[in-house]
């Protein structure tokens, strides 16, 4: 059964950090971009950040630039999230999602929905005091 699972969510006070987490299985990782994506309440789901297979490049949302860092293990067949000097802005659920390098094509494609195959259920993350 494919299956990604997103772990390391939770309540975090402004200027803190947090670590996701998005582990797959029923698959391997190797083969495909893995996007991170959020939702706030009441706003639309955004793409934040994405790797390319083998590391080759990353994209961030600009509001999350050099506080954010994508990574990717594959021998562990997980993709992580380090998220720094948070802010209230940045809450939302996290949910993480993998797609076929063949769907890729632009830069642009790789923080938009359609080119990704599989989705997580996500992990809440809340910034407050």
């Known amino acids: 059964q494919v299956q990604l699972v997103e772990s390391g969510g939770g309540l975090v006070q402004p200027g803190g950090s947090l670590r996701l987490s998005c582990a797959a299985s029923g698959f391997t990782l190797d083969h495909y971009v893995i996007g991170w994506f959020r939702q706030a309440p009441g706003k639309e789901r955004e793409g934040v950040s994405s790797?390319?297979?083998?590391?080759?490049?990353?994209y961030y949302l600009h509001s999350v630039e050099g506080r954010f860092t994508i990574s990717r293990d594959d021998a562990k067949n997980t993709v992580y999230l380090q998220m720094n000097s948070l802010s209230p802005e940045d809450t939302a659920v996290y949910v993480c999602?993998?797609?076929?390098?063949?769907?890729?094509?632009?830069?642009?494609?790789?923080?938009?929905?359609?080119?990704?195959?599989?989705w997580g259920q996500g992990t809440q993350v809340t910034v407050s005091s």
């Open positions: 999602a993998a797609g076929r390098g063949t769907h890729f094509h632009y830069a642009s494609d790789y923080l938009g929905f359609r080119p990704y195959d599989y």
């Open positions: 790797i390319d297979i083998s590391d080759r490049d990353t």
